[in-house]
């Protein structure tokens, strides 16, 4: 595509103002990278950075984009973890940082916030109406609203005990690809039944639309109660999950573990005693106190199911911030000694045994890399496994990096289709195309490709994510 | 320095900056990414972007990449945000060391190239 980039500057400048449009290199680069592995490349650097403050500006910018065919890609904080926020064609990067209003409305229920708002930072708002923000993702430092919720993902909550993003939606403004401004649901707390277009455009990642308002629901801040449990080994911490959803048992808001090699590594970092093998780690929440004690004591005894060497409710909050934080630091530890290649497995729960054992034998014979280790932790209540292939170094080229995670992908998609899972969070479209059509045949990938069509004719927004180009 | 020193700095960075996962977990804590309005190459992470690219050869100096490095105070909210959340890097020497390179025409560009 032949751009002339003059007249590119001028007529975006035009729409947002020239000291919002970048349109040299180094910016150019430094929205094209995300979280994948590999190095940004020629292709995925786009023409212009475009940095909006609100849904009329958009509106034009789509406008002219549908004109002169040109792709646009939507940017909040770059931290999905797939590959959905690096363009995968040239175009124009559309920031939504600039768009950060938030209004809290108590006496109807619900708060209203612009997409670019960083999560934290809603949460610290909510916070003072003593309101939950029901979205938990580990990026809640600069993941922002607009994407967590425009990827509907739960991340560390268990979905069977809150819900989704997406269930505490009650409407939008969307600017569509072709530049329409729509509004949808509700300003009461009560939403529509049967056909409701919000629903669209939750979890629609970019493809259908751009957020550009978010009403959701205001949720009383619970009460919690932790609880840690140790085991002998990581298949106890399996068999419980199981026999939870198996004896009904409502599962805890955030239902963690981490196995024995990421265990030891995440305790070491944070500076506490090496654990004898994997441990869980669990929340569990009430909308009272005794409620919330209740629901802990109960746990705690249907935990011995499992045969903990220990568990027990942790009352003082510093020791649990160490024991949570060890999760985290596990990977980051990890990412330090060298590199993880990720994956989600979300099998039906009664399959979760197997899908575990399988995925450690997906690691162990990877033709890639001989010798990758195999480490596993993350929401395994949800139920997730989350496989990793572990290597001691950085030191390899782009393309191993690529064949590793490409690999990883394709065969953790077929233990995902063999035992009844969707990929879980991690099953964007960015990376879930093959799935798609390997799981569900052409005919539902064709469906989607005209759903898409229907709503972005020119295929403007977030180009190649629905393509699985990479 | 000479060219063997500064191809070490060089492959010393590069070393350093591929530890960053691209996380932007410090893109909040720092000052000029909040006076820029936002713009990520006013960000530490973003600052590492850009060395590496220009160390590698992807990008050359020139007036906006100059800005940003430039834009660093060196406060250091980073190092301590990527020490607590993410690779412990010294995210504000790593800069300081690029501001050098630059200053030294040690990297390619049309400015003062003299490697």
Redesign the interface.
Known sequence: MDINMSKLTKDLGKIVGKEHV?T????A???A???MPW??EEKNIPYAVV?PSNSQEISKILKYANEKLIPVHIHG???SLVGLARPKTKGIVL?T??MKKINVYPERGYFEVEP?L?L?QVKKELAKYNALLPLFPG?E??ATIGGTVAVNTSAHGVDAALGKPGDFVLGFEVVLPTGEIIYTGTESTRRAAGIDPTKFFVGSEGLLGVLTLLRIRLLPLPYFKQIVAYYNKTEDIIDTVMEMYKQGIHPPLFYEFLDERAAKIGFEAVGLEEPIGAVAMMRVHSWSKVGSEDKAQNFLKFLQVGNPIEAKIVEDIDEWNLIWSSR?EAG?YM??LGMTFGSEISPRVDKLREAFHEAQLIVKNLKSYNNAEFISFGHIGAPTIHAYAFIPT?DISNDLKKALTLEMREKTEDLNIKYGGCGGEWGLTAQRVSFLKKKYGESLYELLVRMKKALDPNDILNRGNLQGWI | MDIKESQSLRDTLLKEIAKCRACRFCIDVCPAYQASEWVENMSPYGRLQILKYLINGTLEEDDPLIYSLYSCLQCGRCDRLCKAKGQNLEVANLIRLGKYLLSQGLVKGKKSEKV
């Open positions: 970048f040299d290199k180094p910016t680069v430094v929205y990278k995300d979280t190095d940004v940095r904080s770059g931290t920031d940082a600039r670019g960083h934290v990026s430092l600069v985290a980051n990412y330090r950085k």
